[in-house]
């Protein structure tokens, strides 16, 4: 029994296609049919290009899509089961921030510039849990040293306006843990920091969640952060999962064409080359939401793309393990490759 | 905190003192001999030279300002040509009603104005929307004095309801006071409410775009403490600045509005000072005027050192 609870799910997405209304009949598909999973103490790298639908993915599962056009079209989204799409919005607000949380890539702008970073830790606590005041700021000063900042007392009482980036993405981290929710979603926690901060943060969040088990949603850029932190990584081109793996059998083994382009423009994975680069440097442009091509959507891009690719969207297909993966030409190719 | 306190006090002296000199060369720039002026048309010679000699005017123009000056910091502002008593103490008499009319005006546009701007904004093109801003525009279109006759005419000569002219002082009957109120507070503050309403509701808009409140609705906040806590905290600079110079208008603009409900405040004594060219009252309500614009001014700035925590001393 403890074996299969532990491998349960935290969270499951099944099929989610989130859109926007557009006044025209026909809504903008953002994300398109979407599913993954995460498990306790496990971290799923999402990767992709800027604009691909990887934000919209975790504010869907949140239901914090930008009023008032956006909308969660179809699918679900499982938290230990139950399905949040259909919760109401009074049950959805007792679920964020304490059985999920998430953190957003710019500590600059999310954090209010005018109420004290003490008031904004301990506010989470006391809507979730309902302690006295005291208490909550008694909480907020814990997770305040948790996150390690220097004097926390003192910066309990201080504006985000006094705290550098990385203190004040410590502090949204602090902020986000501090009902120990089950799923943290990180939103590109580290691209708006220095590399020495950006390592700092990321061993951050690894320690806590060895520590408290929590499943962790990690949004990036950078494949040089997957390297690092990801268990399990699934590759998002255009709205739609194009692969999906282990970090390990991803590197070694990168089968849709559009990963490898990744792995190729990434010569230093990981490495001491210093600058991590960016998810940039493959020819071409995503297809925008209103033109995207009727088959496969990476298919313009594609040196391998046939007939076929151009006229039928391929299938997600399992090609050995957990890994899969959704191209007509490589996916036949199985682990030949 | 205190230096800067201080600072912006003696910030504010400059400027009363410019508004000192245009004062001053009111009376002396005005057409004609200020001594005839005041006297009037069936004053003798004699007349004339006695007022010129009370007035200080044929002595050297830097002369007469420093005397003027120097009663002015001693609390004389100078006697009422026709009532013969101190401007100060006329000025005094009539701050009362002013004064509530301008207080309870403002406070009916806040709180009017704040719930709906904040509410437009939060359902921003919803039809909720669309039918706040309708009802500003209007409200903002029509002039006070036509709503203050609408008003007298609906619900104080057809309906009975209010009084329709005058004003009580709160010390003689506070129920009469607030009766007397109503009208004019409702005539005068349509104009205001529609104004801090459509201010509350530009920056509440960019406010509720920033990533500061997404955040908050991410840490599962309910939606009015999202709205008043995190949104209306942060835009509240724009709608206080509103606020005070609304207050600071009010005070100035009362004399329409005390015209049509005859109350007898700081407008209607500078009517009458106007009309019967009684130059030291015109000068004292002037410079009443600019010190409590100076003042309410100082007190927005001291506000947003409290408001804001960016905002450096
Ligand atoms: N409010 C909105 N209205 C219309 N379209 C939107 C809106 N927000 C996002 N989109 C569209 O949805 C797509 C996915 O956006 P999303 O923010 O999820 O991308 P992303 O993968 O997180 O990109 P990035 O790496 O730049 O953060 C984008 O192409 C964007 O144009
Ligand atoms: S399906 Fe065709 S076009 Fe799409 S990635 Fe595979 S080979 Fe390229
Ligand atoms: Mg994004």
């Known amino acids: ?337 | 905190m205190w230096p800067y306190v201080i600072r912006r006090v003696l910030a504010t002296l400059p400027v009363l003192g410019v508004v000192a000199v245009i004062v001053f060369l009111l009376l002396r720039l005005s057409p004609g001999d200020p001594a005839a002026i005041i006297a009037g048309d069936n004053a003798s010679a004699d007349d004339i030279l006695a007022i010129r000699a009370q007035l200080g005017l044929d002595r050297p123009m830097l002369e007469q300002f420093l005397l003027w000056l120097g009663q002015l910091l001693r609390g004389d502002f100078g006697k009422s040509i026709y009532l013969s008593r101190p401007v100060l103490g006329l000025i005094a008499e009539r701050v009362e009603p002013t004064l509530a009319l301008s207080l309870s005006t403002m406070a009916f546009a806040i709180a009017l104005a704040i719930p709906m701007g904040v509410l437009a904004a939060w359902r921003a093109g919803s039809w909720i929307d669309q039918t706040i801003m309708a009802v500003s525009v209007l409200a903002f279109s029509v002039p006070v004095f036509l709503i203050g006759y609408g008003l007298v005419i609906g619900l104080s000569l057809s309906l009975d309801l209010l009084p329709v002219q005058g004003f009580v002082s709160l010390t003689e009957d506070p129920v009469a006071f607030v009766r007397h109120l109503v009208l004019p507070t409702v005539a005068l503050g349509l104009v205001y409410t529609a104004l801090l309403a459509r201010i509350t509701r530009a920056t509440m808009l960019e406010t509720l775009n920033e990533d500061f409140i997404r955040t908050a609705r991410a840490k599962g906040l309910a939606e009015p403490r999202v709205l008043i806590l995190h949104g209306l905290k942060n835009a509240s600079v724009p709608i206080v600045t509103t606020i005070g110079t609304g207050l600071a208008l009010l005070i100035g603009g009362v004399v329409v509005t005390e015209s049509v409900f005859a109350i007898p405040g700081i407008g209607r004594l500078t009517i009458e000072a106007v009309l019967q060219r009684d130059y030291p009252v015109i000068q004292g309500v002037i410079l009443a005027i600019a010190f409590v614009y100076v003042l309410v001014n100082l007190v927005i700035d001291l506000s947003y050192t409290l408001l804001d925590p960016r905002i450096r001393y």
């Open chain 1, 1 to 337: 029994m403890t074996g299969l609870a532990v491998s349960q799910p935290v969270l499951v997405v099944e099929g989610l296609r989130t859109e926007f209304a557009t006044g025209e009949g026909h809504p903008m598909v953002a994300v398109d049919g979407l599913s993954l999973y995460v498990r306790r103490g496990e971290t799923l790298c999402i990767v992709g290009e800027s604009g691909c639908g990887k934000s919209l993915t975790a504010l869907s599962i949140l239901r914090l899509l930008p009023r008032p056009y956006g909308r969660i079209g179809a699918g679900r989204v499982l938290l230990d089961g139950q399905d949040l799409v259909q919760v109401t919005e009074a049950e959805m607000r007792a679920v964020r921030g304490r059985a999920i949380s998430m953190i957003f890539q710019e500590p600059m702008s999310s954090l209010n510039p005018v109420i004290t970073i003490g008031r904004q830790i301990a506010e989470t606590v006391m809507v979730h849990e309902g302690l006295d005041w005291a208490d909550c700021m008694d909480r907020a000063l814990a997770m305040l040293r948790q996150v390690r900042i220097p004097e926390p007392e003192r910066r309990l009482q201080e504006y985000p306006h006094q705290l550098s980036g990385g203190m004040r993405q410590r502090v949204t981290i602090a902020m986000a843990l501090a009902c120990r929710p089950r799923l943290l979603l990180a939103d590109e926690p580290t691209t708006a920091l220095d590399v020495t901060i950006q390592a700092q943060i990321l061993d951050l969040i690894r320690d806590l969640q060895a520590k408290t088990g929590t499943a962790v949603v990690l949004i990036t850029h950078d494949l040089g952060v997957v390297a690092e932190m990801a268990e399990r990584v699934l590759v998002m081109y255009a709205g739609t999962k194009v692969e999906e793996a282990g970090v390990e059998e991803l590197f070694d083994n990168p089968t849709h064409p559009y990963t490898r382009g990744l792995m190729a423009a990434m010569p230093h994975l990981g490495g001491a080359g210093g600058g991590r680069r960016r998810l940039h440097e493959i020819e071409g442009v995503v297809p925008s939401l209103m033109a995207r091509p009727a088959g496969c959507a990476f298919a313009p891009r594609c040196e391998l793309a046939t007939e076929r690719c151009r006229r039928e969207a391929p299938p997600l297909v399992g090609i050995g393990g957990t890994h899969s993966v959704a191209c007509w030409v490589t996916a036949g190719e199985g682990v030949l490759a």
